[in-house]
């Protein structure tokens, strides 16, 4: 594979309700989708976070184009793998001078699943199976996004589509979050899951309170209760009070990190998002290290179809008792891309097509595009 394209699209899609979380909300959906072509015309597509900040989605496009793609251009492999470990060592000192470690490996992370989708295609197999040997064709799901306040109608929802585990957003207004999540647990079924996301809402006194008085709700973890930098004695104290199971990892970033999380003994489920850090790469070594320390790996995700569908290849790829996170608030960019519905029977069916299964992007997401910056046309 000798890259010789990069095509990277910004997409705003605007939403009936905002998404809203403990630090800010989402008033649209955005996107940063990325294709690349190498010398023989074959193409893979990949996926950059742009939730945050607002305006992040333009920014890392013009990232990409504007201090990487130099980089990229050219580059030649046969190991999709390479990009990522090669762009990671020659940015540093660029994310180093800018101070901007994120949006880098962000860019990095979506370049690095579009190269596994390329290598995939032109391999004539799906991305989960030039991971991984006999992969399932599906994975299941839980829904998540959901506000604490608005629980009843997404549940029933997921419900209909066969959807057992949810999770609901907390961190908002502490004794209405604790109220509303036991009268919650009432209505859980059997065979149902109900998890909860601080998203990093309270300092250690707060997440002490708060795993002390859920205690009795049957929450499966609590996601993220406190900052992901917390200090390690923070965390240590945390799970050792808690008797409810804690996830985190969309906020953790590095081979390094994720070691150390994984061999903490602090997490039950680790959670790195593909389009955040690490990629296809980086995600698939941390799933495989989670399951080899006893943990589950349940891939973050809360963006459009492309990482969608990579998060599920990965899950597929890894195995073990994981579950695919499927946001259940609408986004146009997410469901565009499977208009019989991303999720059937409570799971997520894997397309058998070469790599993701993706050829084009759907017109219901094109005519949402923003900005579109082409290689091919740079001064």
């Not at 015309?41 to 945050?52: L, P």
């Not at 149902?192 to 002390?212: G, M, T």
């Not at 709700?217 to 808690?242: C, F, M, N, Q, V």
């Amino acid at each position: 594979m000798t890259i010789e394209r990069i095509e990277a699209s910004v997409f705003r899609a605007p939403v009936p309700r905002p998404v809203a979380t403990s630090f800010g909300v989402m008033r649209n959906r955005p996107a940063v989708f990325v294709r690349l072509t190498d010398k023989d015309g074959a193409f893979g597509w990949g996926e950059v976070c742009a939730n945050w900040p607002s305006a992040g989605a333009e920014h890392r496009a013009h990232l990409l184009m504007e201090d990487i793609a130099d980089l990229v251009l050219g580059f030649r492999t046969d190991a999709p793998g390479a990009l990522w470990t090669f762009l990671t060592e020659k940015t540093h000192v660029r994310a180093l001078q800018s101070g901007e470690w994120g949006p880098f490996a962000q860019v990095i992370a979506g370049l690095d699943t579009a190269m596994h989708d390329l290598a995939a295609r032109k391999a004539g197999v799906p991305l989960a199976r030039m991971l991984s040997e006999g992969v399932a064709a599906y994975v299941p799901v839980y829904a998540s996004g959901i506000h604490v306040s608005a629980v009843r109608d997404a549940i029933q929802k997921a419900r209909a589509e066969g959807t057992a585990a949810f999770k609901v957003k907390v961190g908002f207004d502490f004794e209405k979050d604790l109220a509303a999540l036991r009268d919650l647990a009432g209505d859980v079924r059997a065979g149902e899951r109900l998890f909860a996301d601080a998203n990093q809402a309270w300092d250690l006194p707060q997440a002490l309170e708060f795993v002390k008085a859920a205690a009795g709700t049957g929450l499966g973890w609590i996601e993220e209760p406190i900052l992901a930098d917390r200090p390690e004695a923070e965390w240590a104290a945390l799970a050792e009070a808690s008797a409810i199971p804690i996830a985190g990892g969309e906020n953790i970033a590095g081979d390094a990190a994720f070691t150390a999380a994984s061999a903490s003994g602090y997490f039950s489920y680790l959670q790195p998002d593909v389009a955040k850090w690490g990629g296809v790469s980086g995600c698939f070594r941390v799933a495989r290290q989670a399951l080899s320390a006893g943990l589950a790996y349940c891939p973050h995700f809360l963006g459009g179809g492309i990482g969608l569908c990579a998060s599920a290849h990965l899950l597929a790829a890894a195995g073990g008792p994981g579950l695919l996170e499927v946001d259940a608030n609408p986004n146009p960019l997410r469901d565009a891309f499977f208009p019989d519905g991303a999720v059937r029977g409570g799971h997520f069916a894997l397309s058998a097509a070469a790599g993701l299964g993706i050829e084009d992007l759907p017109e219901d997401v094109a005519r949402y595009r923003t900005l579109a910056l082409d290689s091919r046309t740079r001064a």
